[in-house]
């Protein structure tokens, strides 16, 4: 276990609807990242948030969005959602930004599994 | 060209037998590589992480890194069963934090 949880675990809905994933980090972890990850794209990073601040973004679509709360948590907004969008999406957390090593251990949730019929 | 290079396999394997991993990247500026297992319905957890060139022991695993031929690789000795996931290399440059993922080879591991 690795102290990410992430809710919920199972997500059925339909096309143009819009959904909220969420994730707690480990306790006393300050980053939070989000992915996406599918049979032909691999895992893809989205974005990452550190103490409530955005830091980095990668392949997130204009239709998604996040924000991590004064409380460490963190939520993934999909909205007008499409056949394509069914994947599995992580939450991970690390400790900071990796300022010493340039790179932070990052722990994994276990993942929400959505499907857009 | 995509920026990390991951064959996904599937490689099978009986047990015992000594498992080779790989990855190719094509930015010279990755410097942090890591190698993360993903069990089936799971997240990933890191397995291995190495800074710059040369070797890393743990156990029965081994990650190597050549940066002049851009290639990493993950050795398993004396594979179980358990070793049966998904591996995924990922990879790091120092000032840009995100990291860069292999899609990840499956390996099955037969008793």
């Known amino acids: 276990d690795s102290g990410v949880t992430q809710t919920p675990k199972h997500l059925i809905t339909a096309t143009g609807q819009r959904v909220t994933l969420r994730c707690s980090p480990r306790?006393?972890?300050?980053?939070v990242y989000w992915y996406q990850q599918s049979l032909d794209q691999g895992l893809q990073f989205l974005i990452q948030?550190?103490?409530?601040?955005?830091?980095a973004k990668g392949n997130i679509l204009e239709r998604f969005s996040a924000q991590q709360f004064p409380d460490l948590h963190s939520e993934l907004n999909l909205s007008s959602l499409e056949l394509g969008d069914s994947a599995l999406y992580f939450c991970a957390s690390s400790v900071g930004l990796g300022l010493a090593t340039g790179v932070e251990t990052q722990y994994f949730g276990p993942g929400t599994r959505l499907l857009v019929l | 060209q995509k920026e990390v290079e991951q064959d996904p396999g599937p490689l099978s394997v009986p047990e015992g037998a000594i498992v080779s991993l790989n990855c190719t990247y094509s930015?010279?500026?990755?410097?942090?590589f890591m190698w993360y297992r993903q069990y089936s319905r799971k997240g990933p957890e890191l397995l291995m992480y190495t800074y710059s060139s040369g070797n890393k022991e743990d156990g029965r695993f081994t990650a190597q890194v050549d940066k002049s031929s851009k290639y990493i690789s993950l050795f398993i000795r004396d594979s179980q069963p358990s070793d049966s996931a998904t591996y995924l290399c990922a990879l790091g440059a120092g000032n840009n934090r995100k990291l860069i993922w292999g899609l990840g080879t499956s390996l099955a591991v037969n008793p």
């Open positions: 306790s006393g972890d300050l980053s």
């Open positions: 930015n010279s500026a990755f410097q942090y």
């Open positions: 948030y550190y103490n409530g601040e955005e830091r």
